[in-house]
């Protein structure tokens, strides 16, 4: 369980092809804000184009070099949030004052109409799926009860982001029973009096599979409210709204494994008592074509707990090595805390010093780690003690 604190640059990841297994991040928005280094704007920071257009492709750009690091069946998960055509042909007047679009310098990328939402997040999900390939398997809408306010007054108030999860390959690493959620009905019955296809059965009541008693997936709503991160003043750096750990954690438990097997090198999966996995399904369909359907028996082969980790390998007493959790944009380095929390190794990617600081006193501080997952504060670290992750 290790972290690196990387000072570089997204679109060139000092890593080698295929390593790593999860990527979270959240790249600066167009035209939000300037990042600095020591008060002043550094050059090359993605957000900073002079058009929509000129954003996107650079972050595609981006996306194209995580590609290249992630291993075929990893997970890539991308926060991104939107932005109104602000309608102005206006110059920028202050350096590093980047809320303004120059409609007139390209037409691709902006609406030609002033106050409407530019669609960016999406513009940036079709760009991954046509130009490079990827399959898009989610949109997750992270809601924020504590979204800040805004003062206008024709439209509802924006409280929400996207987080798309993109995959390589059909078959990728995913561990969702990890990550499932109690029941808001368990003991809800299951049968229905129509077939599947919503027409009357005609052999008897169409019966469902039983509610999984590991609970029911997550939904792709997930209200999350934003995290105040407080830095010591001894960091020295002024910062902006964090990536809250509750939006990482499930992400890292249920898309990136445990342990890789030294011997295979293949994730470990987890092993679930009396699971039914693919086979599961097949059962259930069989066993609704026989009059006779075993409710009970059915029922008592139902998966209830995770009992350990294995993949298909031939020495299955292999050790294993942590997965690698990356951040390309890391920040304040959520990202890798939490993923270290969880026992991989985080590395946390950014173009600024001044982050690559804060991400570094972040990973070690044990206040923080507590708080990514969810456990109390303890004592803080005496003075003097070395520090577990290196930059």
Request: aromatic share 8%.
């Amino acid at each position: 369980m290790t972290a690196h604190v990387l000072r570089g640059d997204a679109r060139h990841l000092p890593l080698p092809d295929g390593c790593v297994d999860l990527i979270v991040t959240s790249p600066p928005y167009f035209g939000l804000r300037s990042y600095t280094d020591g008060g002043a704007h550094y050059a090359g920071q993605i957000g900073s184009e002079p058009t929509p257009a000129a954003w996107l492709d650079a972050l595609l750009e981006c996306t194209r070099e995580w590609v290249r690091v992630l291993k075929p069946d990893g997970n890539l998960f991308v926060n991104l949030g939107d932005k109104y055509d602000a309608g102005t042909d206006s110059p920028r007047r202050v350096p590093g004052d980047l809320n303004w679009i120059r409609k007139a310098s390209s037409p691709r990328g902006t609406t030609g109409c002033p106050k409407s939402l530019l669609g960016l997040p999406w513009r940036y999900a079709h760009g991954c799926t046509d130009q490079l390939g990827l399959i898009l398997r989610a949109e997750i809408i992270w809601a924020k009860p504590n979204g800040l306010p805004e003062s206008v007054t024709d439209r509802v108030r924006r409280a929400h982001e996207q987080v798309f999860h993109l995959v390589k390959q059909p078959r990728y690493y995913a561990a969702v029973d990890e990550i499932r959620e109690p029941h808001q009905f368990p003991n809800q019955s299951r049968t229905k009096g129509h077939s599947m296809n919503g027409g009357k059965a005609s052999g008897g009541p169409h019966i469902d599979p039983p509610l999984n008693p590991l609970g029911k997936l997550p939904g792709s709503v997930w209200e999350i409210p934003s995290s105040p991160l407080q830095v010591p003043e001894r960091v020295g750096v002024d910062h902006f709204a964090a990536f809250p750990p509750a939006l990482v954690r499930p992400i890292v438990l249920g898309w990136s494994p445990p342990g890789v097997c030294t011997a295979c090198g293949h994730s470990r999966r987890p092993v679930v008592e009396g699971g039914h996995n693919g086979d599961g399904a097949k059962a259930h369909k069989a066993a609704m074509r026989v009059a006779s359907f075993n409710w009970a028996a059915w029922k008592a082969s139902e998966p209830h707990r995770i009992i350990g980790y294995a993949c298909a390998c031939p020495q299955p007493d292999a050790p294993t090595q942590p997965s690698i959790v990356l951040d390309p944009f890391g920040g304040t380095g959520t990202t890798a805390l939490v993923a270290t929390a969880y026992g991989r190794h985080g590395i946390t990617v950014d173009l600024s010093a001044d982050y690559c600081r804060l991400a570094h006193w972040r990973v070690n501080d044990p206040g923080e780690r507590a708080r990514a997952r969810a456990m109390p504060k303890p004592p803080p670290i005496p003075d003097g003690m070395e520090p577990l992750f290196t930059m």
